[in-house]
Protein backbone atom coordinates (compact mmCIF):
# COMPACT_ATOMS: atom_id res chain seq x y z
CA UNK A 1 0.00 0.00 0.00
CA UNK A 2 1.49 3.43 -1.05
CA UNK A 3 0.97 6.55 1.31
CA UNK A 4 -1.91 7.90 -1.48
CA UNK A 5 -3.78 4.95 -0.43
CA UNK A 6 -3.72 6.28 3.04
CA UNK A 7 -5.43 8.96 1.86
CA UNK A 8 -8.17 6.86 0.99
CA UNK A 9 -11.74 6.69 3.22
CA UNK A 10 -10.79 4.58 6.11
CA UNK A 11 -14.42 4.63 7.55
CA UNK A 12 -15.58 1.32 5.84
CA UNK A 13 -12.56 -0.55 7.42
CA UNK A 14 -13.84 0.80 10.52
CA UNK A 15 -17.06 -0.04 10.47
CA UNK A 16 -15.72 -3.57 9.53
CA UNK A 17 -13.60 -3.66 12.36
CA UNK A 18 -16.24 -2.68 14.32
CA UNK A 19 -18.22 -5.37 13.32
CA UNK A 20 -15.85 -7.95 13.88
CA UNK A 21 -15.35 -7.00 17.28
CA UNK A 22 -18.71 -6.75 18.32
CA UNK A 23 -19.10 -10.37 17.63
CA UNK A 24 -15.98 -10.96 20.14
CA UNK A 25 -17.91 -8.81 22.97
CA UNK A 26 -20.84 -10.42 22.29
CA UNK A 27 -18.99 -14.05 22.60
CA UNK A 28 -17.75 -13.20 25.93
CA UNK A 29 -18.65 -15.57 28.66
CA UNK A 30 -19.20 -13.47 32.55
CA UNK A 31 -16.53 -16.11 33.52
CA UNK A 32 -13.76 -15.01 31.29
CA UNK A 33 -14.00 -11.35 32.57
CA UNK A 34 -10.75 -11.85 35.26
CA UNK A 35 -8.70 -13.84 32.34
CA UNK A 36 -5.47 -12.25 31.33
CA UNK A 37 -5.33 -10.76 27.68
CA UNK A 38 -1.92 -10.52 25.45
CA UNK A 39 -2.59 -6.56 26.25
CA UNK A 40 -0.52 -5.98 29.17
CA UNK A 41 -2.28 -3.32 30.39
CA UNK A 42 -6.34 -5.30 31.05
CA UNK A 43 -7.95 -8.22 31.64
CA UNK A 44 -11.07 -9.15 29.57
CA UNK A 45 -13.11 -6.52 31.12
CA UNK A 46 -10.89 -4.45 31.04
CA UNK A 47 -10.02 -4.59 27.77
CA UNK A 48 -13.70 -4.75 27.08
CA UNK A 49 -14.03 -1.10 28.86
CA UNK A 50 -11.70 0.04 27.12
CA UNK A 51 -12.84 -0.74 23.75
CA UNK A 52 -15.78 1.36 24.13
CA UNK A 53 -13.94 4.16 25.88
CA UNK A 54 -11.92 3.85 22.40
CA UNK A 55 -15.22 4.67 20.10
CA UNK A 56 -16.26 7.11 22.65
CA UNK A 57 -12.78 8.71 22.39
CA UNK A 58 -12.99 9.05 18.19
CA UNK A 59 -16.59 10.33 18.18
CA UNK A 60 -15.27 13.41 20.69
CA UNK A 61 -12.28 13.88 18.46
CA UNK A 62 -14.80 14.09 15.37
CA UNK A 63 -16.78 17.01 17.13
CA UNK A 64 -13.34 18.59 17.30
CA UNK A 65 -12.60 18.00 21.17
CA UNK A 66 -9.82 16.47 22.86
CA UNK A 67 -9.48 12.97 23.25
CA UNK A 68 -7.93 13.67 26.85
CA UNK A 69 -11.43 14.72 28.21
CA UNK A 70 -12.48 10.68 27.65
CA UNK A 71 -11.53 7.90 30.09
CA UNK A 72 -9.47 5.61 29.10
CA UNK A 73 -12.21 2.70 30.00
CA UNK A 74 -15.73 2.90 30.78
CA UNK A 75 -17.50 2.19 34.09
CA UNK A 76 -18.48 -1.28 34.57
CA UNK A 77 -21.27 -2.52 32.84
CA UNK A 78 -23.48 -5.55 32.59
CA UNK A 79 -23.96 -5.95 28.94
CA UNK A 80 -20.99 -4.46 27.23
CA UNK A 81 -21.97 -5.69 23.51
CA UNK A 82 -25.10 -2.85 24.37
CA UNK A 83 -22.65 -0.41 25.13
CA UNK A 84 -20.73 -1.02 22.18
CA UNK A 85 -23.39 -0.80 19.96
CA UNK A 86 -24.89 2.20 21.68
CA UNK A 87 -21.42 4.01 21.52
CA UNK A 88 -20.85 3.33 17.61
CA UNK A 89 -24.62 5.18 16.84
CA UNK A 90 -23.24 7.93 18.58
CA UNK A 91 -19.94 7.98 16.56
CA UNK A 92 -21.59 7.25 13.40
CA UNK A 93 -24.04 10.13 13.54
CA UNK A 94 -20.30 12.72 14.01
CA UNK A 95 -18.25 10.85 11.34
CA UNK A 96 -20.84 10.20 8.41
CA UNK A 97 -19.48 13.92 7.82
CA UNK A 98 -16.89 13.92 5.08
CA UNK A 99 -15.37 16.44 5.28
CA UNK A 100 -14.51 15.57 8.58
CA UNK A 101 -11.31 13.29 6.72
CA UNK A 102 -9.34 16.60 5.60
CA UNK A 103 -9.90 18.32 9.18
CA UNK A 104 -7.14 18.23 11.50
CA UNK A 105 -8.06 17.10 14.65
CA UNK A 106 -5.92 16.62 18.10
CA UNK A 107 -5.78 12.74 18.28
CA UNK A 108 -3.91 10.83 21.64
CA UNK A 109 -0.85 11.14 19.30
CA UNK A 110 -1.07 14.92 18.55
CA UNK A 111 -2.48 16.23 15.53
CA UNK A 112 -3.69 14.58 12.55
CA UNK A 113 -6.57 14.85 9.65
CA UNK A 114 -9.38 13.11 10.48
CA UNK A 115 -8.41 10.13 8.10
CA UNK A 116 -5.34 9.68 9.93
CA UNK A 117 -7.63 9.73 13.16
CA UNK A 118 -10.00 7.21 11.70
CA UNK A 119 -7.01 4.89 10.87
CA UNK A 120 -5.53 4.81 14.58
CA UNK A 121 -9.25 3.17 15.75
CA UNK A 122 -9.10 0.47 13.25
CA UNK A 123 -5.76 -0.12 14.32
CA UNK A 124 -6.26 0.20 17.55
CA UNK A 125 -10.15 -1.98 17.46
CA UNK A 126 -8.22 -4.89 15.46
CA UNK A 127 -5.18 -4.83 17.93
CA UNK A 128 -7.31 -5.07 20.63
CA UNK A 129 -9.87 -7.33 19.10
CA UNK A 130 -7.51 -10.28 18.34
CA UNK A 131 -6.26 -9.77 22.20
CA UNK A 132 -9.62 -10.42 23.26
CA UNK A 133 -9.83 -12.84 20.79
CA UNK A 134 -6.71 -14.79 22.06
CA UNK A 135 -8.12 -14.48 25.75
CA UNK A 136 -11.81 -16.16 25.57
CA UNK A 137 -10.77 -18.98 22.85
CA UNK A 138 -12.53 -17.16 19.81
CA UNK A 139 -11.32 -16.58 15.96
CA UNK A 140 -8.47 -14.18 16.29
CA UNK A 141 -8.52 -13.51 12.54
CA UNK A 142 -10.56 -10.63 11.46
CA UNK A 143 -11.51 -10.45 7.26
CA UNK A 144 -7.89 -10.84 5.65
CA UNK A 145 -8.33 -8.42 3.09
CA UNK A 146 -9.30 -5.49 6.51
CA UNK A 147 -6.34 -6.67 8.54
CA UNK A 148 -3.88 -6.58 5.45
CA UNK A 149 -5.09 -2.99 4.40
CA UNK A 150 -4.65 -2.17 8.37
CA UNK A 151 -1.19 -3.96 8.27
CA UNK A 152 0.34 -1.75 5.38
CA UNK A 153 -1.16 1.16 6.51
CA UNK A 154 0.29 0.23 10.46
CA UNK A 155 3.74 -0.20 8.85
CA UNK A 156 3.96 3.24 7.32
CA UNK A 157 2.29 5.01 10.53
CA UNK A 158 4.10 2.97 13.18
CA UNK A 159 7.51 2.67 12.71
CA UNK A 160 9.09 0.00 14.12
CA UNK A 161 12.49 2.06 15.53
CA UNK A 162 12.12 3.89 18.52
CA UNK A 163 9.49 1.87 20.71
CA UNK A 164 8.87 2.04 24.54
CA UNK A 165 9.22 5.18 27.06
CA UNK A 166 6.29 7.34 25.53
CA UNK A 167 5.66 5.35 22.26
CA UNK A 168 2.77 3.30 23.43
CA UNK A 169 4.37 0.02 21.07
CA UNK A 170 6.60 -2.28 22.29
CA UNK A 171 9.25 -3.70 19.88
CA UNK A 172 7.49 -5.47 16.75
CA UNK A 173 7.73 -9.06 17.85
CA UNK A 174 8.62 -11.96 14.49
CA UNK A 175 5.45 -13.55 13.18
CA UNK A 176 5.47 -17.00 12.76
CA UNK A 177 4.91 -18.64 9.99
CA UNK A 178 1.35 -19.51 10.56
CA UNK A 179 0.58 -16.21 11.42
CA UNK A 180 -2.61 -14.98 9.69
CA UNK A 181 -2.86 -11.35 8.97
CA UNK A 182 -4.61 -9.55 12.44
CA UNK A 183 -1.94 -11.84 14.72
CA UNK A 184 0.71 -10.51 12.23
CA UNK A 185 -0.93 -6.89 12.87
CA UNK A 186 -0.99 -7.55 16.66
CA UNK A 187 2.74 -8.16 15.90
CA UNK A 188 3.30 -5.38 14.48
CA UNK A 189 2.10 -3.57 17.76
CA UNK A 190 4.42 -5.87 19.86
CA UNK A 191 1.91 -8.80 20.78
CA UNK A 192 2.65 -11.92 20.91
CA UNK A 193 0.10 -14.99 21.60
Known amino acids: MTTTEIVTDPRPHYRAALDWAAGL ?4 RPEQLRDATPCPEFDV ?4 QHLVATVNKIRVIGEGGSPFTM ?3 VQPTPDYPAAFTEA ?31 WGYVNETLV ?3 DLAVATGQDAEADPALAEAMLAVA ?10 GDFPF ?17 NWSGRRR
Do not use: C, N, Y
Open 71 to 73: PFQ
Open 155 to 164: RQMIPAEGRG
Open 128 to 130: HGW
Open 25 to 28: LAGV
Open 45 to 48: EGLL
Open 88 to 118: QARMWTVWSDDALLDREVTVPWGKAPGRGAV
Open 170 to 186: APVVEPTPDAGPTERLA
